[in-house]
């Protein structure tokens, strides 16, 4: 790994502070444009969510629609990753989220006017998921490029704060637009806030940059990065769990409606504010995260079992009052796990396989979605919502099992967790440069 280019001070300062990251302009410019435009994409993701139910009242149906939005991921996601190993990252994601942008009007043009067919709405899920494909390895890796690599945890768990801090207002306010203007202006509204994500990346600095080399093209870069994977247990072994999880746990948008309409009683304001409170949870669990210094596997165990404990509360919930803390606790798991995970593979993947391996991470959590959707959707149907979450939560504590196998696995010597040596190399390589 490339010994990072800090001075004494920053390396000092880059020990504590949960928005150090920020004093980047670049960050800064990405940060806020995203904080943003995830807003906006969650006002689509919602109010997708909420016109599909309320033309079919369907769990498959649901779980479907994530098989249109990420099946894409699945498809695509290891070429995607290697055509952002090839390109410049910060001008192939203005020109994707210009297409998102694009893509997000044409959907509200249509339920605006009426043309708003279940096949529609697929058709334009399915072109989102494309896009998606495209934007995630190249949008993850970049943020690599825009900190010292000291501050490269703290990046990635406040990015993983902006995703979720988004949802906190996104639902609900995706809710209230639906109740009071119909389901057509939350598309629009996506569609408009692209324009700070792509302000931003305008704006940004090109020779600030922390860029890798683009890779030449060539034959085989999509198996040389699956060989990588393959040949190092530590990036292997998280991204199985992120799969297992991925598959079966990280399908909120057709697990909680359902929980809230069919089994709580509830209505779709009642979904959004849980929806939220669930976020709340989330934001606070990134903002714990971006405190560290480290980040080890052994954490990424604990969050998963945390994870399914927390799923098995929601799915026991009598009633929607019990139902808010245990979305609230849910929400700092699963963040907790994602950002541990994410972190993991962004420090140990070299600079040259990091967007093929962040694709390959992205394939196994987004892409798993178009198997699991559908099945957590069929399982909500024929036995209700609470058994789909019943079956999240054990997919996460059969991920904690494994992870924890794999620490505990013999070895010759003392067992070391990878992801503490990594970090713990950098602080020495930080240390080399001050003296």
């Not at 203005?94 to 009007?105: D, G, T």
């Not at 922390?210 to 998280?238: C, F, H, M, T």
């Not at 779709?268 to 714990?288: D, P, R, Y």
Request: proline share 5%.
């Amino acid at each position: 790994m490339t010994a990072p280019t800090t001075s004494p001070a920053v390396a000092d300062a880059a020990a504590t502070g949960t928005f150090r990251s920020l004093r980047n302009r670049n960050f800064r410019l990405f940060f806020s444009g995203q904080l943003i435009s995830q807003t906006g994409t969650w006002l689509t993701s919602i109010a997708q969510t909420l016109l599909v139910l309320s033309k079919t009242d369907s769990g498959l149906t649901l779980g479907l629609l994530l098989a249109a939005q990420f099946g894409p991921v699945l498809l695509l996601g290891a070429w995607a990753g290697a055509v952002a190993d090839r390109a410049d990252k910060r001008r192939l994601l203005i020109r994707v989220q210009s297409l998102a942008m694009v893509q997000s009007l044409v959907l509200g043009v249509a339920v605006l006017t009426h043309v708003d067919s279940l096949a529609v709405i697929f058709v334009l899920a399915a072109v989102q998921g494309v896009l998606t494909a495209f934007d995630n390895p190249a949008r993850r890796a970049f943020v690599v490029e825009m900190v010292d690599e000291v501050d490269l945890p703290n990046a990635v768990s406040l990015n993983s704060a902006v995703m979720t801090g988004s949802r906190v207002v996104g639902p609900a306010a995706a809710g209230a637009l639906v109740v009071t203007v119909g389901y057509g202006w939350p598309f629009v509204i996506d569609a408009l806030s692209y324009i700070a994500v792509i302000a931003g990346l305008v704006l940004m600095r090109p020779a600030e940059l922390r860029s890798a080399p683009p890779q030449p093209r060539r034959k085989g870069q999509v198996r040389e990065g699956l060989r990588y994977i393959g040949s190092d247990p530590n990036l292997l072994v998280p991204l199985v769990m992120m799969a297992i999880v991925g598959m079966f746990a990280f399908n909120f948008s057709v697990t909680i409606p359902l929980l809230v309409k069919n089994t709580l009683g509830g209505s779709t304001t009642t979904f959004t504010v849980l929806f939220s409170v669930l976020s709340v949870g989330s934001v606070i669990g990134a903002l714990h995260t971006a405190r560290r210094t480290e980040v080890t596997t052994h954490q990424l165990v604990v969050a998963s079992a945390a994870f399914g404990v927390t799923m098995l509360l929601l799915a026991a919930a009598p009633s929607l009052w019990f139902g808010f803390p245990a979305a609230l606790l849910l929400g700092l798991a699963s963040i907790t796990f994602m950002t541990s995970c994410t972190a993991i593979v962004q420090v140990l993947a070299g600079p040259t396989y990091r967007g093929r391996v962040l694709a390959i991470q992205s394939m196994v959590f987004l892409g798993s979605t178009p198997i699991g959707g559908p099945i957590i959707g069929w399982v909500a149907d024929e036995l209700g919502p609470r058994a789909s979450l019943t079956l999240g939560a054990v997919a996460c504590l059969v991920a904690a099992a494994y992870g924890w196998r794999f620490l505990h696995r013999p070895t010759d010597g003392a067992r070391v967790d990878p992801v503490t040596t990594q970090m713990e190399a950098i602080d020495d390589a930080t240390a080399a440069l001050a003296d």
